[in-house]
C-alpha cells in the first residue's frame, strides 16, 4: 500500500530554515553590538587617558612658561649689570686716557716737531702741527704706529708747504694734519700680552736645530754600524833599538874667569 504525505513539508522546511536565519542574524547581531560597544569603551579610556596626561602637560608647559619668563626677566636684569659694571669699567680705564695721550705725545714727538692743536673724539685723536720737513712728518708716522702703546693707526690726512717768520729769518716748513686712535686700557694690556706672547714663541727657534745634531749624530752612528770601517794595518815591529843612555844632570857652569892679560914679548934687538 502506497503512502502519500499530503502535507505541506516544504512550507515547513522553509520556516524552519527562517527561524534558523533569524536566530543567526539576531546572534551576530548581538555579537557585532557587544564587539562595538566593547571598542568603543576602549577608545573612550583612550581619549581619556590621553585627555589626562595633556592635561598635565598643560599644566607643566604653563609652569615652565613661568620659570622661562623668570629666567629672561634675570637674563635682562643680568644683562644691565653687566652693562653698567661695563660703563663703570670704561670710565675707570678712559680716567688715565688724557694721561697716557699727553706722555705718549711727549715720547713720540721726534726734534723738529711741534703740535698746534689737538682735539679728541672718544678714541679718535685729531692733530695739527708743523714740522721742519717731510722727514720729520714720516718719522712721527712711523713712532705712532710701531712704537706706541697707546695710540695706534695714525693716518696723514693734510700735508702743506709754508713759511715761518723766525726773527729776520724766514724759514720753509711742512704744516700736517693727521688722525690718531687711542687706545684704551684693557686693549693696551690684551695687545702687550699678545706682543709677549708672540716674543716668547720667537725665542726658541734654536731648539730644532739644535735638537737637529743628536739625530744626525745617530744617523751617523747607525751608518758607521752598518758600514764598518777597515782594521789599520799595524806595521811589522822593528828591529829593537837600544834605549838610551840617561843623560847625566847638567853640572852648573863655571863662575867666569877673569879676563887674562897677555904680555906680548919685545922681539931682540937686529945686530947691525
Avoid: C
Avoid at 577608545?43 to 598643560?58: G, M, P, T
Avoid at 705725545?105 to 692743536?117: A, E, F, I, N
Avoid at 695706534?152 to 686712535?181: C, D, H, Q, W, Y
Avoid at 838610551?244 to 863655571?254: N, S
Amino acid at each position: 500500500m502506497i503512502l502519500i504525505n499530503l502535507l505541506p513539508h516544504r512550507e515547513a522546511a522553509r520556516k524552519r530554515r527562517r527561524e534558523m536565519f533569524y536566530a543567526a542574524l539576531g546572534a551576530s547581531a548581538v555579537g557585532g553590538l557587544v564587539i562595538a560597544t566593547g571598542i568603543w569603551l576602549w577608545f573612550s579610556a583612550q581619549i581619556a587617558i590621553q585627555k589626562d596626561r595633556n592635561q598635565v602637560l598643560s599644566t607643566e608647559i604653563k609652569r615652565l612658561e613661568g620659570q622661562i619668563k623668570d629666567i629672561a626677566s634675570l637674563q635682562e636684569e643680568i644683562a644691565a649689570l653687566r652693562a653698567r659694571q661695563q660703563a663703570v669699567e670704561d670710565l675707570q680705564s678712559d680716567r688715565n686716557m688724557p694721561v697716557h695721550l699727553l706722555g705718549e705725545l711727549v715720547k713720540q714727538l721726534p726734534d723738529g716737531v711741534y703740535l698746534t692743536s689737538m682735539k679728541q673724539n672718544g678714541q679718535a685723536v685729531a692733530l695739527t702741527g708743523v714740522a721742519q720737513s717731510n722727514e720729520r712728518v714720516s718719522e712721527l708716522l712711523r713712532n705712532l704706529s710701531s712704537n706706541s702703546q697707546w695710540l695706534e693707526r695714525p693716518e696723514l690726512s693734510e700735508i702743506v708747504a709754508g713759511n715761518v717768520t723766525l726773527g729776520k729769518e724766514v724759514r720753509r716748513v711742512a704744516n700736517f694734519k693727521m688722525t690718531v686712535r687711542l687706545v684704551r686700557a684693557t686693549d693696551a694690556s690684551k695687545k702687550a700680552a699678545s706682543g709677549a706672547a708672540s716674543s716668547a714663541a720667537l725665542v726658541p727657534t734654536a731648539g730644532p736645530a739644535t735638537a737637529a745634531a743628536p739625530a744626525g749624530a745617530a744617523s751617523t752612528a747607525v751608518a758607521t754600524a752598518a758600514n764598518p770601517a777597515p782594521a789599520p794595518v799595524t806595521p811589522a815591529p822593528a828591529a829593537a833599538t837600544p834605549a838610551p843612555a840617561p843623560v847625566a844632570a847638567a853640572a852648573p857652569a863655571p863662575a867666569p874667569a877673569p879676563a887674562a892679560t897677555t904680555t906680548r914679548p919685545e922681539p931682540p934687538p937686529k945686530k947691525k
